[in-house]
């Protein structure tokens, strides 16, 4: 989408769809997943096989959980 921000050594893998004004960290990983407006995936996290709805935030170093989908402005953190 319009307005997307990537930072070096973000992989955004097939089948992604970004909304606008979405920001991807360095070392991020996108596969399989669609993301709403204004998401925010920071360094080292991955988004695979998930829908995270409009302003959504996946914490640095966290994965999200496959074939979930997540309402808007869920925070994901990294698992300890």
């Known amino acids: 989408g319009p307005g997307c921000r990537i930072e070096q050594d973000a992989e955004?893998?097939?089948?992604?769809?970004?909304?606008?004004?979405?920001?991807?960290?360095a070392g991020a990983r996108i596969t399989k997943a669609i993301l709403w407006d204004k998401c925010i995936v920071e360094p080292h996290a991955v988004v695979d096989c998930s829908v995270l709805g409009s302003g959504?935030?996946?914490?640095?170093?966290?994965?999200?959980?496959p074939m979930r989908a997540y309402g808007n402005s869920a925070i994901i953190e990294k698992s300890s």
């Open 56 to 65: 959504c935030r996946v914490r640095e170093g966290a994965r999200t959980e």
């Open 12 to 25: 955004i893998g097939p089948r992604v769809v970004l909304g606008s004004g979405v920001e991807v960290g």
